[in-house]
Structure formats: C-alpha cells, structure tokens
C-alpha cells in the first residue's frame, strides 16, 4: 500500500522545478514506489567542486530534495506545510563525473513530524553519501 496522499506522477514532480535550484543543478525525478522517492543528478560542472569531485553541498541538496518532496507528497497541502529541520550527511565515496541517483525511504511518518533515510549511489550502485532529513510537518 502506497504512503502517497493521492497519486503523484513523475510528469508533475518535473515540470514543479522549472525555475528553481533544482533545476539549475539538473535534478530529475526519476521513480515513485509505494514507499521510497528517487532522482538523479549529474555529476558536471553544476554540482562540482573545485577539485572536480561532485560537491557535498549538492549531494545534500539532492537528499532534501528528495526527502521533501516525498514529505510533500504525504501530505494534503491544502491544510499542512512542511519545512526542512534538520539534515544531516555522510560522504563516503568521492564522484568526479556521471550520475547519481538518490533514493528516500521513510524511518517515521508522524503527524508533526518525518524522518527520511537517503541513499545516494553513483552509476556502479556504490554508496556515495547517506542522508538523514527530519522534516517538521504544520498546520496552515
């Protein structure tokens, strides 16, 4: 059984990016399953460093996207809002071009609260950061 209130399509995630960091860095949606979200991002001189290697303020800014949306996606917005609390990251694998993929999966889903796991690989599957997004959840 799907966590989604009502039934969100790719289509519609994508085109509320127009304009926004998200699309400046290239982030897409990708996948809705019943029960995680998930997108890419390239690895290109967007999201690099200096150095050339993926910078982890984009990572971490993939992971809230994620985590957000999905928070988002939970919810009827006509009577709750939703704001970031909290985020939190491990890098654990450097990333100098291609693809990652991050995907959110729900550790709570309370009614003022959620906590979001993100995963993020590079295009060979391999862990590249993992995330925690806690997301406060409010009346309108």
Known sequence: MAIWYGNPTLQELNDSCANTLLASLGI????????????????DGRTRQPLGYLHGGASLALAETLG???????????SKTLFGQEINANHVRPVTEGRVT???RPYHLGRTSHVWEIRINNEQGQLVCISRLTVSIQDK
């Not at 957000?68 to 006509?78: K, R």
């Open 28 to 43: 897409t949606f990708t996948e809705i399953g019943d029960d995680y979200l998930s997108g890419t991002m390239p690895v």
């Open 102 to 104: 991050g995907t959110a």
């Open 68 to 78: 957000s949306y999905a928070s988002a996606l939970c919810l009827d917005l006509d």
